[in-house]
């Protein structure tokens, strides 16, 4: 069912689309009002109410929160999330909860929890691993930390989910003059003293955070980002530089 919740000036509405089963395309997109009551509407302006039936699995109506995805060091694609509750903590963190199941041939689920992050345009982002205790920046991160290869996963919104379609990672190297080379091509910018980032490819600008979160409980934490235009969520895990591809080579 419809989730609310309110952090700072905005209600988000969460919704999961599609069937629940693992191949009937269940996922969250979210749209937002200042009012409780609406209208509610996505990062693309469109509204949240329907005017006819349809299909609720395809299409770019709402901000696609996240969807099936696989990193490589998962043994089992994660799809269908959804069912979600959201809420904001008395610390001011803000939370989405749902329930995921696997590409695996079965029906089996678990509870996730990922934080998340509000970026400069007022748009909840997700962070890219389970929540793990980790708090962003409120002072930003040095551009060497920022500076750097990696592994990215673009949540695009229609994907073929009846056979259990999964984003799996790209490469793309952030680099000190501000462009953006790998698998995708464009420029990022980030907000000195705080943990913004902008990154433009393909003509389109997603807007988000840096964060340092560890990937798995008592591993060392990761710089990643996690950023969302036009209804699309982008996340990325800097690669270490003792684990970079001695054979990948950027465009």
């Not at 302006?45 to 299409?59: E, R």
């Not at 990193?71 to 001011?92: I, K, L, R, Y």
């Not at 990022?188 to 003509?203: Q, S």
């Amino acid at each position: 069912g419809p989730y609310f919740v309110k952090n700072g000036d905005y209600w988000y509405l969460f919704l999961s689309y599609g069937g629940l089963k693992a191949a009937s395309g269940y996922h969250m997109r979210v749209f937002r009002s200042k009012n409780l009551t609406g209208p509610y509407v996505d990062q693309n302006g469109k509204s949240a109410i329907y005017t006819s039936g349809g299909d609720n699995v395809s299409g770019d109506v709402g901000y696609k929160l996240l969807g099936n995805y696989q990193w490589s060091e998962m043994s089992s694609g994660e799809v269908a999330q959804g069912h979600n509750s959201a809420f904001v903590d008395t610390d001011g963190k803000m939370y989405v909860v749902y329930h995921t199941r696997y590409n695996n041939g079965t029906e089996w689920h678990n509870v996730r929890t990922h934080q998340l992050y509000i970026n400069a345009d007022g748009w909840p982002v997700t962070a890219v691993n389970d929540y793990q205790g980790e708090t962003i920046s409120k002072t930003g991160y040095s551009k060497e930390e920022m500076v750097g290869t990696y592994r990215v996963l673009y949540h695009k919104l229609n994907i073929d989910y009846s056979n259990l379609e999964c984003a799996t990672e790209q490469e793309i190297c952030l680099n000190a003059d501000g462009t953006i080379t790998g698998t995708y091509n464009g420029t990022w910018t980030y907000t000195a003293g705080k943990a913004y980032v902008t990154l433009k490819i393909v003509g389109t600008e997603y807007k988000g955070v840096f964060a340092k979160g560890a990937i798995a409980e008592n591993s060392s934490p990761v710089m990643t980002f996690t950023a969302s235009g036009r209804n699309v969520a982008i996340w990325g895990k800097k690669v270490p530089d003792a684990k970079l591809s001695a054979t990948y080579s950027f465009d």
